[in-house]
């Protein structure tokens, strides 16, 4: 089976039928140099793709479509077409949701280690509410 390569303007409505939100200036104006679009993940990471002006029926290369495809839409191939052929975005899950398991956000990782001395296999087994617990009980106390 040969892949198909997506034009610009099939990126822009994959972008539309799921629902992304188009970027928009300081001014609130759309972008000038290429139509910018951002997605909401449910673990609360960003998506973010961008389409050349103008959004025509020109393709793009299959280098450039593999990136777009892995690093900005998070998708397979499958996924997409699915999607521009009948109107179906597609099944996203959080990272949790694959693993079973929470990564803590960065910072939060070091303030534990910094501040509270704990090592990292103390802290891969902490749910990320147990961590914001340890850390606000920590600032919470008087200074010594």
């Not at 998708?75 to 077409?81: K, L, P, Q």
């Not at 929470?102 to 891969?124: E, F, G, W």
């Amino acid at each position: 089976m040969t892949s198909r390569v997506a034009s610009r303007r099939e990126h822009q409505r994959f972008c539309e039928i799921e629902g992304w939100q188009e970027v928009r200036n300081s001014r609130g104006k759309p972008t000038q140099h290429h139509i910018t679009y951002e997605f909401l993940l449910g673990d609360g990471s960003v998506l973010r793709t961008r389409i050349s002006r103008p959004a025509n029926t020109e393709a793009y290369g299959k280098g450039m479509w593999s990136h777009i495809l892995d690093d900005q839409l998070h998708v397979t191939e499958a996924e997409f077409w699915d999607c521009i052929d009948n109107k179906k975005p597609p099944q996203r899950t959080s990272d949790v949701e694959r693993s079973g398991t929470v990564t803590l956000p960065a910072q939060l990782a070091y303030q534990l280690v910094h501040s509270l001395k704990l090592t990292n296999s103390q802290i891969s087994s902490l749910t990320l509410e147990d961590a914001i617990k340890l850390l606000t009980e920590y600032w919470a106390q008087p200074p010594t």
